[in-house]
């Protein structure tokens, strides 16, 4: 197989948007974390406390996802390097790490969304309830 140096450079740009949106959700996150945490010095609640691990695995998720996607990124531009150098085989082998380090990036986010949907499921759960039981 044959890989030319613009074939890693294609990840560049897909790369850097998933990595702003990683990003985005972090920042995201830390608020709503700093709110509940207020939230919950004024009065004690388990609601909260559970909302709080929930959002703090969603955290370590994100940050898996960032370092899957730097990865990926930092291996591109380095099997770009050894093609550039000639180095046809390694530089292949490398861009395949490459693209298993974005696709881990994206089950992460994958998982880190289901575990965002279930949540919001499960905070409007009582509004549900108290629409059937009209």
Known sequence: MTVHIETPALLF?????????YTNRFLTIATIIRGLKKAYKEKESS???L??????????????????GVLSLFLSVFTMLLLF????????????????????????????????VGALRVHLSDLMEKKEAK
């Open 85 to 116: 150098l000639d180095e046809q085989e390694f530089g292949v082998k490398l861009f395949g790490l490459s693209l298993l380090s974005l696709l881990i990036s994206l089950g992460l986010s994958f998982w880190e969304i289901n575990i965002s």
């Open 51 to 68: 909302e709080i691990k929930n959002l703090n695995l969603r955290l370590t998720l994100i940050r898996y996802m960032q370092m899957a």
């Open 13 to 21: 740009s897909a790369t850097s948007l998933i990595l702003l949106a």
């Open 47 to 49: 609601m909260v406390l």
